[in-house]
């Protein structure tokens, strides 16, 4: 049974930044890639980074130049550091492992930007 539990989410304002934070329960080699992924209300969700074993990022265009995807394989954590928050980036932000055609989710965390 894999295991993702999300942290960092909170409240924010505008400009602000945020570092989210995905712990896993076993080495992040075991899968092919891990990501990050947001749902607003009434939205459907959204990828928002990505990086594989190899340790290729890939990011949505709306965050570009603002958000970073990074990990740490020693802690078996990926992280999410958000910088330049907008209130569009208001959403609860989970994270996924993927191993083949298994994907594993996170609980997920509330990101909230606002004035």
């Known amino acids: 049974q894999v295991q993702l539990v999300e942290s960092g989410g909170g409240l924010v304002q505008p400009g602000g930044s945020l570092r989210l934070s995905c712990e896993i329960s076993r080495s992040i080699f075991s899968f092919n890639a891990m990501g990050w992924f947001r749902q607003a209300p009434g939205k459907q969700r959204e990828l928002v980074a990505t990086i594989t074993r190899g340790g290729w990022t890939n990011y949505a265009d709306s965050v570009k130049g603002r958000f970073a995807i990074s990990r740490d394989n020693a802690k078996n954590t990926v992280y999410l550091q958000m910088n330049s928050l907008k209130p569009e980036d208001t959403a609860v932000y989970y994270c996924?492992?993927?191993?083949?055609?298994?994907?594993?989710w996170g609980q997920g965390t509330q990101v909230t930007v606002s004035s």
């Open positions: 996924k492992a993927t191993v083949g055609t298994d994907d594993h």
